[in-house]
């Protein structure tokens, strides 16, 4: 088999057409994560935050989108609010342990796009929320809620950071690996 490399325009055609398909899923999904917000807010009425933290994630990716249609800055927003989105989960329920998880969810549905660098502003919000909230409330901060647990360890939070991490870099293996097999395959 010999190996063909393709032209820019046929890259960029390959591009369009696969940014295409995301999107519209992704429109869908983020509109769901809002409503997500909104339902969860009826817990500990946190209308606020529902809708002000959750629309302003929606305007700034659906902005960033329309002003940048052609650059890929918009899925970088993407995985920006996407960590955004899990942190104002975890708040909104108080350090529920589950909210957690959304991180995984947002890892995963970026694969999506076929792009590794989606998962480093992702992992990056992530470790700077869990290791400012962690501090803040373990430090006597009132109405910061990271976790439910009384007290979290550092080799407990250490843990923590490196399962989340070790799922983006299968989200982003899984991204180049996809994108290698996109690109050979056209």
Not at 50 to 65: Q, R, S
Not at 109 to 118: A, M, S, V
Not at 129 to 147: D, R, S, V
């Amino acid at each position: 088999m010999t190996k063909a490399t393709l032209h820019s325009k046929e890259l960029n055609a390959l591009n369009r057409d696969i940014f295409a398909k995301a999107d519209k899923i992704i429109s869908k999904v983020l509109i769901l994560m809002f409503l997500f917000g909104i339902l969860i807010a009826f817990f500990y009425e946190t209308w606020l935050v529902a809708f002000g933290v959750g629309g302003l994630c929606l305007l700034a990716y659906f902005i960033t989108k329309k002003l940048l249609p052609e650059h890929d800055t918009y899925q970088y927003v993407l995985s920006a609010i996407s960590a955004i989105f899990a942190a104002q989960y975890i708040y909104q329920m108080h350090g529920m342990a589950e909210m957690h998880f959304w991180v995984f969810i947002s890892s995963t549905i970026l694969i999506i796009y076929q792009n590794w660098r989606l998962q480093i502003p992702l992992i990056v919000i992530v470790c700077v929320h869990h290791a400012t909230f962690a501090y803040l409330q373990y430090t006597g901060f009132k109405e910061i809620y990271f976790t439910r647990l009384e007290y979290m360890d550092l080799t407990t939070f250490i843990f923590h950071a490196i399962l989340a991490a070790c799922v983006t870099l299968v989200s982003a293996l899984w991204s180049y690996n996809l994108r290698k097999r996109t690109v050979q395959d056209a």
